[in-house]
């Protein structure tokens, strides 16, 4: 069988040629500061080599009376974990029972960072928790390195420059921040081994749909603490970068479930035993709530992006459009018979788009729904079950555009 979606521009999460261009880089130091570190570069030098010799890794706080708040220097030691994903693993692991998450928040939480300080800690977020493959799992740290940040991020106003790497990783965990639908005193840990997340009897697991057999999984409803990665979008949803990488990440984990329905819409791997009460057609409950949350997703970043244009924090919308379509890998079509194979998150974010994106590329629900009909006609799914599955869609995008505040 094949995946839909053959190579064509960039990968989904923002990577390869994309990530490589010329995107907008984070704000420059101002030439006061310059002046400054010019002026006491010895001084900065020898602070700096003591701290590295001695192992100590407090930042340089560089404070000036006329130039706004003190920036704070990011350690060698930190920039270092950027190009070192395994030590940069070690470092966001808060471990099982959460004891590092202290020393995870006081590594990426800055106000100020100097210079290009934000997009280094985007970059350690990324390197942290990235599989070291499309065809690789995550591993069980990483997926607790990614439930710690989420909780540490929250409610914090991310630096310049931070966004697109924290943005990428949301991107490699597409699957579970879907199925977070709030706190859930029943899950124990962060993040759980392969073997958890395995299907039952039934073929269910509520870790999700479609999985890679031995990959970990980040568990977001675990309670204490909160780590809501919906409430991270409405962080994200400010950079256009970072909102690209998003919409792309979410475009794309629709077109990798659809090809793998089977042709009546629905997930041939799930057995439901009779008797059971369920709410909706037995095979297609879960493949419906699935396809609910990821409209949920999609909804919720347009939502933002309006608010966003009405108060002022995204001051000309149109502009913000261009940057997110230049950013854009492009479009995510599903292929054209049932994919049987169940490749780790990581094949999700590196999803190589179908084509350019077009000009309807910010109205998300025709985005949804092209794509839809385009798989159903394909795939010659039943009217009523393609008919159905649109329903899902426009009542769940409604929804996400009326509840997001």
């Known amino acids: 069988m094949r995946d839909g979606g053959e190579a064509r521009e960039a990968d989904a999460d923002g990577s390869g040629e994309l990530r490589q261009g010329a995107g907008p880089s984070a704000d420059p130091a101002p030439p006061?500061?310059?002046?400054?570190?010019?002026?006491?570069?010895?001084?900065?030098s020898a602070v700096a080599l003591a701290l590295v010799t001695t192992g100590i890794t407090v930042p340089l706080v560089l404070a000036g009376s006329d130039d706004g708040p003190p920036c704070?220097?990011?350690?060698?030691?930190?920039?270092?974990?950027?190009?070192?994903?395994?030590?940069?693993?070690?470092?966001?692991?808060?471990?099982?029972?959460?004891?590092r998450l202290d020393a995870v928040r006081a590594l990426l939480v800055h106000e100020h960072p100097c210079g290009d300080g934000g997009e280094v800690l985007g970059e350690v977020v990324d390197a942290a928790t990235r599989a070291a493959g499309g065809d690789v799992p995550h591993t069980l740290a990483q997926?607790?390195?990614?439930?710690?940040?989420?909780?540490?991020?929250?409610?914090?106003?991310?630096?310049?420059?931070?966004?697109?790497?924290?943005?990428?990783?949301?991107?490699?965990y597409v699957v579970d921040h879907h199925r977070y639908l709030g706190i859930d005193d029943d899950a124990g840990l962060p993040a759980v081994?392969?073997?958890?997340?395995?299907?039952?009897?039934?073929?269910?697991?509520?870790?999700?749909?479609?999985?890679?057999?031995?990959?970990?999984?980040?568990?977001?409803?675990?309670?204490?603490?909160?780590?809501?990665?919906?409430?991270?979008l409405a962080e994200l949803a400010k950079d256009p970068q970072a909102f690209a990488i998003l919409y792309a990440a979410e475009r794309a984990w629709f077109a990798h479930y659809l090809e793998r329905l089977d042709g009546q819409g629905r997930d041939a791997g799930?057995?439901?035993?009779?008797?059971?009460?369920?709410?909706?057609?037995?095979?297609?409950?879960?493949?419906?709530?699935?396809?609910?949350?990821?409209?949920d997703r999609v909804g919720v970043l347009m939502a933002y992006r309006s608010i966003y244009a009405r108060n002022g924090t995204i001051p000309d919308v149109t502009a913000f459009d261009a940057a997110v379509r230049r950013y854009a890998p492009g479009v995510y079509l599903a292929g054209e018979e049932q994919v049987t194979s169940r490749p780790p998150m990581a094949s999700i974010a590196a999803r190589r788009p179908s084509g350019r994106a077009d000009e309807d590329l910010m109205d998300a629900r025709h985005q949804l729904n092209t794509v839809l009909d385009a798989w159903a006609a394909a795939r010659r799914i039943p009217a009523a079950r393609a008919t159905a599955l649109r329903q899902v869609i426009d009542n769940r995008y409604v929804r996400a555009l009326w509840m997001t505040r």
């Open 32 to 44: 006061t500061l310059l002046g400054r570190l010019k002026r006491h570069r010895l001084l900065t």
């Open 72 to 99: 704070r220097g990011i350690p060698a030691a930190t920039r270092a974990l950027a190009e070192n994903p395994a030590a940069a693993t070690r470092a966001l692991d808060p471990g099982d029972d959460l004891r």
């Open 270 to 295: 799930y057995h439901p035993k009779p008797g059971k009460g369920e709410y909706r057609s037995p095979q297609t409950s879960w493949v419906d709530s699935d396809i609910e949350h990821m409209t």
């Open 193 to 232: 081994p392969a073997e958890s997340a395995r299907p039952d009897g039934e073929g269910w697991t509520k870790y999700g749909r479609f999985l890679a057999p031995g990959e970990s999984h980040a568990d977001f409803a675990h309670a204490h603490p909160a780590a809501d990665p919906e409430g991270l």
């Open 143 to 172: 997926a607790r390195a990614a439930f710690a940040v989420t909780a540490v991020l929250n409610d914090v106003e991310l630096p310049d420059g931070m966004a697109p790497g924290v943005a990428r990783m949301l991107a490699q």
